[in-house]
């Protein structure tokens, strides 16, 4: 059974930012982070919510009305067709002065008909919150990450020589499902051979794996709503390459060295420069064709993201993965990837048992 977050403390964080920004209300039009906010999953564009002092309004499909007037008998739950006119309309009903909206999160039509209505344009105060996880959602990322790693322990000695990549993704996927994940995080990616080499690969349900070649499995798992992410790689075979071997030792030490950089207060390029740093001093730089890591939560890909581009600095409650790679064209990639919350000492490896 699903144990509820303590949503009172979102929306007081909330609260505390809509009064630095000098508004009284907020809609929230964006799933997750109507789901942030209430551990209620709604489709995208489906639901306007309006977060105000008296509560919270729902404008919501005829569908979810029944079940959320018992589930959440503190909100107003209109069924409506035309969500963001009947929020617009209520806002005004309401008199509510000053409503923000989080404009980049908005298709530019509903945007545009938030800003004709005078609501006020702010930045993404939610993905501010969701950045720094909180308890349940560390309890969550935990148990989404170790049922990914859980699942490259189950499958990695049921790979065999002639089964298909979509047979190891299918291996994998089943394995998460009964672990109680809803889904994957995103489409598996699983190499074999020279098919490692491009860190874009689609799984292949025709490619058949030969007894002496590389594996990459790039995979994750959905749990009560958050996302694992993990990368294994090793040799199929007795025979490996001593190149193989220098380079995934190679892609371990940048993975080490990017994970002990982890802590409070620095700086997420520098975790980049520290992961590219050791693979470019040893004459791979250019085979390193991605950023380090990106934050992990809700969605798969969202801030900090550990890159030479990046602004932010390592807080408390962070989840980031470390991710190095090098990929050889026409033979074979390698890339190591864990999933890490920061914490006050430095980070702990989500991706383990
Ligand atoms: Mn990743």
Redesign the pocket.
Known sequence: MKKQPNLQLRLEGLYQLLQQHRVDAFLVTNNLDQYYLTDFFFYPEETVLLIHSKGISCFTRDLYVASLHRERPDWEVIGSINRLEDALEKIRALRIKRVGFDAAKEFYFSGKKMQQAGLVELPSLISQLRREKDQDELKRLRASNKIAYRAYEYVRPRIKTGMTETQVAALLEQFMRDQGASGTSFASIICFGENAANPHHETSNTRKLKNNEAILM?Y?CIYQGYCS???RCWWHGKNVPAEYTAVWNLVDKARRAGIKALKPGVATKDIDATSRGIITQAGYGEYFTHRT??G?GME??EEPFNSADSKAILRVGNIV?V?PGIYLPGKFGVRL?D?LAITEKGSTILTRK
Request: aromatic content about 0%; glycine content about 14%.
């Open positions: 790039d994750g992410d993990i990368t890591g990106h992990v798969i890909h993965t991710e990837e999933t």
